[in-house]
């Protein structure tokens, strides 16, 4: 499983950005782009503040601005895309929205009904349960766009075939900034090479919950600081205690077992194809199995060396075992996720991807 950073570094980094974060509301009439300094900065009437990348694509958004044009007139005519920006805004009448910032910069524009389920609230929730389940965080990230925690239990494990053991644990999302929902998904980690796959539950779904809540506006804040509200304190506890019930049910015995069963299923799935066939075939169940080069190259090159027995089991511990190799986090756990679509397979679909011409 591709490392990341270690749990004590994620809480403190964690705790130090919550310190730094400050939401507030703003119309969007009252917005505006200045780059007359070279830099890109937006002025509301709680201040002026630099623009992330996240900033931006809301801003792109918010303003009705194809992304790729207002990326172009972002480095090469900055002066056009703040003549651009700010005359949507001025058209777009007094629309509240929910401005997030880091200090002195803008990481997100929201809805007024987006749900601030940030990653401080996140650890305090989950915390608690990862010492219950006497689990081993075994990779973490923290990105300016998400959270994820991949950690695994002991206390589940089994064996897909003889000699092929593996324990249950579970990846955990988020993010602060409107990149993802806050979610829960089984993990299986495999002990013989330690790889990862990211399965969809028992049921092919993953737990998860949007950032959609209620407009929690007062008449003190209706355009400024977010001010503490007991109903949505109360809203943002519920949503945590199901977060830990989700948690618990997607690493039960029972969710586990129906997974071990369906792993195992894959060995029986068999074919005669070579691996660079078989590889190359993914793309034709859909666009999100198509792997680019470097990787098929990379995953046929893990087929050959540990001895490829022609079966789905070996196809997706060949794609798991890439995702050590690559060296981006996002692209590895999307590799561990790939490999939890393919466990789902059906023998109608791997009949057809074998036989295909």
Known sequence: ????????????????????????????????????????????????????????????????????????????????????????????????????ALDTTVRAIASVRYATLDNDDLLSAVEPIICDLGAKIESCALTNESL?????????????????????????????????????????????????????????????RRHIGRDWRSDNDYFGVVSENVERAAWERGVWQNLAANIRQAISTDSFQTILERLTATTRLQSTLEPEQIVERLESLGPEYRLGPEIQAQVVGHLHADGYD??????????????????????ATSLEELGGRLSALTQRQWDRLVSAN
Request: charged share 20%; glycine share 10%.
């Open 310 to 331: 022609g079966t789905l089991w070996h196809v997706i511990n060949g794609i798991t075992r890439a995702a050590q190799d690559v060296s981006s986090f996002e692209v």
């Open 1 to 100: 499983m591709k490392e990341g950073i270690s749990f004590d570094e994620l809480t403190g980094r964690v705790a130090r950005l919550a310190s730094q974060r400050h939401d507030f509301y703003a119309a969007t009439n009252e917005m505006r782009l200045n780059t007359e300094t070279g830099e890109s900065r937006l002025v509301t009437s709680s201040g002026e503040f630099g623009l992330r990348d996240s900033g931006h694509l809301h801003l792109s958004e918010l303003t009705g601005i194809d992304r790729r044009y207002y990326q172009r007139m972002l480095t090469q005519a900055p002066a056009l895309l703040a003549n651009n920006v700010n005359h949507w805004l001025a058209r777009s009448g007094p629309k509240p929205r929910l401005v997030r």
């Open 148 to 208: 994820t925690i991949k950690l695994v239990t002991p206390k589940l494990q089994g064996e897909v075939k003889k000699g092929d053991p593996v324990q249950a644990g579970l990846v955990i999302k988020n993010s602060e900034v409107r990149a993802g929902a806050l979610s829960v998904q089984p993990l299986i980690f495999r002990l013989v090479c330690t790889n990862g796959l990211i399965s969809g539950g028992a049921n092919g779904k993953a737990a998860s």
